[in-house]
């Protein structure tokens, strides 16, 4: 069955240092996939995409990785702030886009 | 650029009760989708229009719930009647459509319903 997971329900950090974030599927080949943030009681918030051809991509303090190989990508948000503590989902696209459930970020100051 | 709006909310209601959620959409986005995400779990798609007709509602339990996009801008979605698994945030996002993914989805803050 088609699946995908995010490495852990919550990640805790401390500010200033690197998050990184595991996004892994099975039984799929996306074209694309995509990163969003949700905070508490808000919808998600598209931060960014890679193509299935790209290895990696990056927004200001944000770099995703995507390996079509291992089906996996990375999210990795460097010099983390409190700002930053939120849910990020990873989406892939299959017609439509299937969502992970999501890791809970808390930045620590 | 106004984001997507939704109402309401917050709802709640009892089993075997009927509701209804509305949402507009960004101006000009052509595909519109609601999403059921459940605590704890990311959305999962119910249904997905382009302009005003469906694309792909397989996932839409159609005993119970129905929607529509009449004239291709705002959209209502309907649960009748209620039970307690319904109790999710319902989420309404809209998208350019067509083969350009690079913007994402923009979503509304959804409407949360409690079924009791």
Known sequence: SQKIEQNSEALNIQEGKTATLT?????????????????????PVFLLLIRENEKEKRKERLKVTFDTTLKQSLFH?????PADSATYLC???????????GTRLTVKP | EAGVAQ????KIIEKRQSVAFWCNPISGHATLYWYQQILGQGPKLLIQFQNNGVVDDSQLPKDRFSAERLKGVDSTLKIQ???????????????????????????????RLTVV
């Open chain 1, 77 to 81: 948000i460097t010099a983390s702030q």
């Open chain 2, 81 to 111: 009647p209620a039970k307690l698994e319904d109790s999710a945030v319902y989420l309404c996002a809209s998208s350019r459509g067509g083969a350009d993914p690079n913007y994402g989805y923009t979503f509304g803050s959804g409407t």
């Open chain 1, 23 to 43: 996004c892994n599927y099975t039984n799929y080949s996306p074209a694309y996939l995509q990163w969003y943030r949700q905070d508490p009681g808000r919808g």
């Open chain 1, 91 to 101: 989406a892939l696209n299959n017609n439509d886009m299937r969502f992970g459930a």
């Open chain 2, 7 to 10: 109402s309401p909310r917050y």
